[in-house]
């Protein structure tokens, strides 16, 4: 059936969805607040990486325009600053890549529009949901900003918290040596954050990302709130005071003559709450409006999961969609059974490390400190979250993972 499907919201979850429609012969309408030519002086949007399921996506969809090999990266460097420090590496089997929002969204919008895709702007809010899914035999909200989130209703159960459990400040830098072949660094000071180091295609070529995941209290808090446009000179030695501090491996690949934001408004300092909404709301007239991306699921960055899961999401809604002559609370819960694992998964693997590590999580560290096979395994589930779950989720699974891998390599 040819449904007409309206999406509220132009992020990778509401442009994959209507990208996704448009390949499979359905209409669709992005509804936007941004026009794609406000993008590139805006402030920087986030940092995210894309795993390779998801650009493996991206090449479904034909949006992959940074297919370059050089553009990617092929692993995740761990350190973690103990006293007596650990430091391992894991590869994953296919290359990820991150691509400044500021660059990737618009693509994306041009590819629908020149396809045959009608992109609206305006400003919805909550009080415009009832008309608007009038229009529409299916109406989607992917964007949360305004009251429009506030539609779904949050379960208690997949969010435990009511306050940011870190204290955000990333940018985009210059000045930092890349590794060669590229990787992502995560790096540990214990009581205060994580650093996580995203090399990222940019306006100029790639930069730095330095994602600074800052425990509320530690000594790095101040670097979420620190003013940059008042006093850059102070923010930027701050920073390499901090960094020189805390996470030591970060800071010794820095020139300190040449460092410094990629552009002055290159720099994104806030938090997040991490939260799960219920799938969809029904309305009075019996139309449902479906929440994706960031309405329907919020996690901390932590773990590079936000924008991954917003894509498998917006394919799983568009394969419900394509499959449904009927888009009715059936139709919802169908949704719903479709996406939860991965969602689920991605959700309560990053709520698990935002806390302190457990007895059996310090084992796992130390493990793949240890077993090369293990920390690979590890890295490459950072595709498939569900899966990451099903290793970590209780002490006894993480004591069977490890022994499983130790036979493995025995064996081998």
Request: hydrophobic residues 40%; glycine residues 8%; aromatic residues 8%.
């Amino acid at each position: 059936m040819a449904h007409n499907v309206g999406i509220v919201g132009a992020g990778i979850a509401g442009l994959h969805l209507g990208l996704y429609l448009q390949k499979h012969g359905l209409n669709a309408t992005i509804i936007t607040d941004r026009e794609p030519e406000s993008y590139r002086d805006s402030r920087l949007l986030n940092t995210v990486a894309h795993h390779h399921i998801t650009l493996a996506r991206e090449d479904y969809l034909g949006v992959n325009h940074w297919a370059a090999p050089e553009l990617h990266y092929t692993h995740h460097d761990h350190f973690f600053n103990f006293p007596d420090p650990i430091r391992f590496r894991g590869d994953f089997t296919k290359p990820s890549r991150a691509v400044d929002y500021r660059i990737y969204l618009p693509a994306l919008m041009a590819d629908f529009a020149e396809r045959g895709g009608n992109i609206e702007i305006a400003k919805i809010d909550s009080k415009d949901i009832a008309a608007l899914a009038d229009r529409f035999d299916l109406l989607v909200v992917s964007t949360g900003k305004t009251a429009l989130g506030e539609l779904f209703t949050y379960m208690p159960e997949h969010t435990p918290f009511s306050q940011p459990q870190r204290k955000l400040c990333v940018g985009l830098y210059t000045g930092v040596k890349q590794a060669d072949p590229m990787g992502v660094t995560l790096s540990v000071s214990p009581g205060h954050g994580e650093l996580i180091v995203i090399p990222t295609v940019t306006f100029d070529g790639i930069a730095t990302a330095l994602l600074m995941e800052n425990i509320p209290g530690g000594d790095l808090e101040e670097m979420a709130s620190l003013d940059y446009e008042s006093d850059p000179k102070h923010f930027l030695q701050t920073l390499l005071d901090k960094l020189e501090k805390h996470h030591p491996s970060v800071f010794d690949r820095i020139d300190t003559t040449n460092f410094g934001l990629a552009q002055p408004q290159d720099l994104l300092q806030g938090s997040v709450v991490p939260t799960v909404r219920n799938t969809y709301v029904e309305l009075d007239n019996g139309k449902c409006v479906i929440a994706l991306g960031d309405v329907h699921t919020v996690v901390d960055p932590v773990m590079g999961q936000g924008a991954n899961i917003a894509s498998y999401s917006a394919f799983a809604v568009g394969e419900k969609i394509v499959q449904s002559d009927v888009l009715d609370s059936r139709f919802c819960e169908k949704v719903e059974w479709a996406r939860q694992d991965r969602i689920l998964g991605a959700a309560r693997w990053t709520n698990l490390m935002l806390g302190p590590p457990s007895e059996a999580i310090g084992m796992l560290i130390g493990n793949m400190a240890q077993n090369k096979a293990l920390a690979d395994e590890f890295t490459e589930n950072f595709n498939y979250p569900e899966k990451q779950w099903d290793c970590i989720s209780t002490p006894e699974r993480i004591h069977t993972w490890i022994a499983k891998s130790q036979q493995v390599g025995a064996a081998a």
